[in-house]
């Protein structure tokens, strides 16, 4: 058994919150807009403990840095209002940094064990880590569509390539004699975006279901899609998206379904073994998956240099001025939407889903950048998956979208029936092989 020496937080009235990938770009937005918005709004007595992971200690060192310097400046901030306040709102913020490659299934398995040994509890998993598998953008097209069609073209564009055939490292470790054991390739940006957070979710389960100080209170797994989860991006029988020419975007159609199918009858059987059996007991409460997404933000997940980069922002901001409401831009603002999910009341939260279904949560502005949280339209969803849910006249329409009918909401959910069956018996099949191996972590 590992055993741990780190003096981890372990407040008896903490807040927990894991986020991942928080090095930059959406991830530390996150986390600073989770510790302005727990310190206005929790009360006094309650601490915030937030677990950022990053591929490598150092990009965690730097991410502790940058969020302890903004928690000094939001300190310093209300204490020009209230004297003395400083100090006291300093000690209700703790960090701590873990090791995580989505994937890698090996490193999901030690970081999952090792919060299982280290952390009371876990109020909220922000699964945010992920990547965009893009090369290089088509030009000539880039030009002409935001030219042409904007702001369409920035909201849902069509000019990104992406790399195809893309597959993670081996999973499992070479033989002594330096040969490696057969195993199914596994498509990376289908890792890194969906699978890889899809088993640390399974792992930490039990975690999310360990408070009970609020009976009404659940654990939430809140996942991070995006605008771009189309239709046609998605191949079933190319689940992994290795041949596919946009696996990005099949990737958050993936975590569309999944997600919005979570509470169906159909999608029970799998879910329930999922969430490892966890039921409403008088000590634990089953938890409960939400799917958000930022909008449209200038991040560092397609790189570009300074001078492309600047002017990636200017056409953003052209975006949101001329109407569209998908473009909070900078990564504080387009955090909204996943941190408002984290601290709201469960009953909020439930009261809305009874009255709307389930539904996305976008970050969106208006023409001014005051950023608030909307419901997203869903390609074979709508809104909550209810007949006849009306947008708004200003809502900005994907160009993809048609309205809801019977019939595709019931291949959404048939989609959803079979993603969860396909999904679940993957993790299966991976968590045997390592075992077989003999580097299966045990979580018990």
């Known amino acids: 058994m590992p055993t741990y020496l780190e003096d981890f937080p372990r407040p008896e009235d903490g807040f927990y ?8 770009g959406l991830g530390l937005g996150i986390g600073c807009r989770l510790i302005d918005e727990f310190l206005q709004t929790r009360p006094q007595s309650q601490e915030l403990v937030l677990i950022i992971t990053t591929r490598d200690k150092r990009k965690g060192d730097a991410t502790i840095e940058q969020l302890q310097a903004h ?9 020009r209002k209230v004297p003395g306040m400083s100090m006291v709102l300093q000690r209700r913020v703790h960090f701590r ?72 490292k081996p999973q499992l470790p070479a033989k002594k004699d330096g040969s490696r054991a057969d195993e199914p390739p596994l498509g990376e940006v289908f890792c890194a975006n969906f699978f890889g957070h899809y088993m640390l979710g399974h792992y930490l389960a039990p975690l999310l279901a360990a408070h009970s100080e609020d009976e009404q209170a659940r654990g939430r797994l809140i996942w991070t899609s995006s605008l771009e989860g189309y239709t046609h991006s998605l191949n079933m029988k190319d689940m992994q998206s290795i ?15 999944m997600a919005l199918t979570s509470t169906l009858p159909s999608t029970a059987p799998s879910v329930d073994t999922y969430l490892d059996n966890i039921t409403d007991t008088e ?3 089953r938890p409960r998956i939400y799917l958000t997404h930022p909008g449209i933000c200038g991040t560092s997940i397609f790189p570009l240099n300074i001078v492309l980069d600047f002017f990636m922002f200017s056409a953003f901001y052209v975006a949101r001025w001329i109407g569209s409401q998908w473009h909070p831009v900078t990564a504080y603002k387009g955090a909204v939407s996943m941190v ?76 959803g029936e079979v993603l969860w069956k396909e999904v679940e018996a993957l993790r299966i099949d991976w968590e045997k092989r390592l075992e077989d191996a003999g580097v299966a972590i045990k979580m018990d």
């Not at 928690?71 to 204490?79: D, F, I, V």
Request: aromatic fraction near 10%; charged fraction near 25%.
């Open 71 to 79: 928690l000094q400046k939001a300190c310093r901030q209300l204490e």
């Open 340 to 415: 408002w999910i984290a601290l709201a009341k469960q009953s909020l939260l439930d009261t809305m889903e009874e009255r709307d279904g389930l539904g996305k949560w976008g970050s969106c502005t208006d023409r001014w950048g005051e950023e608030r949280v909307e419901r997203t339209e869903v390609e074979g969803w709508g809104f909550g998956g209810n007949l006849g849910q009306k947008m708004s006249k200003w809502y900005q329409r994907s160009p993809y979208a048609k309205d809801l009918t019977k019939e595709n909401k019931a291949e959404f959910v048939k989609n």
């Open 243 to 257: 041949a596919s020419t946009e696996p990005y975007e099949a990737s958050k159609r993936l975590t569309d379904i």
């Open 283 to 285: 000590k634990k409460n």
């Open 17 to 24: 919150v894991l986020v991942t990938g928080a090095n930059s």
């Open 97 to 168: 940094q873990e090791i995580l490659d989505l994937t890698s299934l090996l490193s999901i398995q030690v970081l999952a064990k090792k919060l299982r040994d280290t952390t009371p509890k876990l109020h909220a998993v922000i699964c945010n880590a992920g990547i965009g598998g893009w090369v290089d953008l088509y030009w000539g097209r880039a030009v002409w569509t935001v030219l042409t069609k904007a702001p369409s073209s920035l909201t849902w564009p069509t000019f990104k390539k992406s790399g195809v055939g893309w597959v993670t």
